[in-house]
């Protein structure tokens, strides 16, 4: 009779049994990093927030929408794509979460819709207490600039898929808007005013380009640079600016059923400004966009002359200034500029939406139709950036 083997782990040579830790997941420092960040978390909360941090699902309670007649649900989920690598380089945590919020809420408030709650994702291959209570401390701070509640998240630990010091982040919100008051391509007309709003630099997108432009020329990310006014890495970490609570307060001052409108929004991200802004115009107008209104910041233009990266992909790829832009009624437009400046949101008109009728300039690089799957209206651009 042949005898059994032992199993390796009952054997007296065998080394002590392999445990969670050993494989390299630590459950005591994700339970440290919560401790640390549920400050943070917590003053995002208002009174719609029932119960408090580390509940298996975050509950919102939602009894004021039964004020609404036809009440419309809105969600986004994004995450913040390669410029962790630029936090993770320069070892600074607390500034990414902008990034998320950012991308997550703006894309809500294109529609009209008030973001009300969002969670979070943490994928890293090892908890640093620290450094996961910074990312979500930056979170919860844009949550609080956008008057969003973060109610949950996770934190997962992958070692041997992730190395130590790496992470990625990812999020999503749940907003609400009155059917009667829904922003989009059907409330657009001829005559509309296109208001750009600036950007904080390069947000959240081309990162890939930007910093294969960065190692091509060689630069480091310490390196101080005049143009810049700061160090190389400084400029790229910049966060993301967070629109929504501007572009809410917008469109109640100006509201889409009256003669002073806003009728739509387009959040400038990856694709560029032309892209994003054909999709929110109906089939048969088109936007055309001044370049001349505004100046390249000094980012963009290092970006192009570093890697000398045509025109064309330098504006399919990065925001070039803008990173959201408002369309109202002509009758609206001078006041929703200034109301946006005296909430210290640089604006400016930047171009107006007429029928496209001029066939001759529906091809090139400048004129772009039909973006991101949505058969909509076009966006043409003229002259050159001032």
Not at 26 to 35: F, N, P, T, Y
Not at 183 to 212: E, K, T
Request: aromatic residues 4%; contains cysteine; charged residues 20%.
């Amino acid at each position: 009779m042949t005898s059994a083997t032992p199993a390796a782990g009952n054997s007296p040579q065998s080394p002590a049994g392999i445990t969670y830790a050993s494989a390299g997941v630590d459950v005591e420092a994700g339970d440290r990093a919560v401790e640390l960040m549920k400050g943070a978390v917590k003053a995002t909360h208002n009174s719609s927030v029932i119960g408090g941090v580390g509940g298996f699902a975050g509950l919102y309670d939602v009894s004021r929408l039964l004020t609404f007649k036809r009440p419309l649900l809105a969600t986004s989920t994004d995450g913040v794509g390669t410029k962790v690598a630029i936090a993770q380089a320069m070892d600074i945590h607390d500034t990414i979460g902008f990034d998320l919020v950012g991308m997550v809420v703006d894309d809500i408030v294109v529609v009209g819709a008030e973001p009300l709650f969002m969670t979070d994702y943490i994928a890293c291959g090892k908890v640093v207490p620290e450094r996961i209570a910074d990312i979500v401390r930056g979170i919860a701070a844009a949550c609080s600039v956008a008057g969003t509640a973060l109610v949950g998240g996770e934190t997962a630990e992958h070692p041997g898929l992730l190395g130590e010091h790496e992470y990625d982040v990812a999020g999503a919100a749940t907003g609400v808007v009155e059917a009667s008051d829904l922003l989009g391509p059907d409330r657009v007309r001829a005559g509309d005013v296109v208001i750009g709003m600036a950007s904080s630099g390069l947000h959240s997108n081309g990162y890939s380009l930007v910093r294969r432009v960065i190692n091509h020329a060689g630069w480091a990310l310490d390196r101080q640079v005049s143009e810049l006014g700061r160090t190389l890495g400084e400029e790229l970490l910049e966060p993301t600016r967070v629109y929504a609570a501007d572009c809410l307060d917008l469109a109640r001052a100006f509201p889409v059923n009256s003669a002073n409108a806003v009728h739509g929004f387009s959040h400038v991200t990856g694709g560029g400004l032309a892209a994003n802004l054909a999709r929110v115009l109906p089939q048969g107008l088109v936007a055309t966009v001044d370049r001349a209104t505004w100046e390249l910041p000094a980012i963009f233009k290092l970006v192009s002359e570093l890697g000398n990266v045509p025109l064309a992909d330098l504006e399919r790829t990065l925001n070039l200034g803008v990173g959201m832009v408002a369309i109202v009624s002509a009758e609206a437009a001078n006041a929703a500029v200034a109301r946006l400046n005296d909430r210290g949101v640089p604006s400016w008109v930047m171009g107006t939406v007429t029928a496209d009728s001029d066939s001759i300039l529906k091809s090139g690089p400048d004129y772009v139709q039909g973006a991101k799957g949505v058969d909509g209206g076009a966006v043409r651009l003229v002259n050159a950036y001032a």
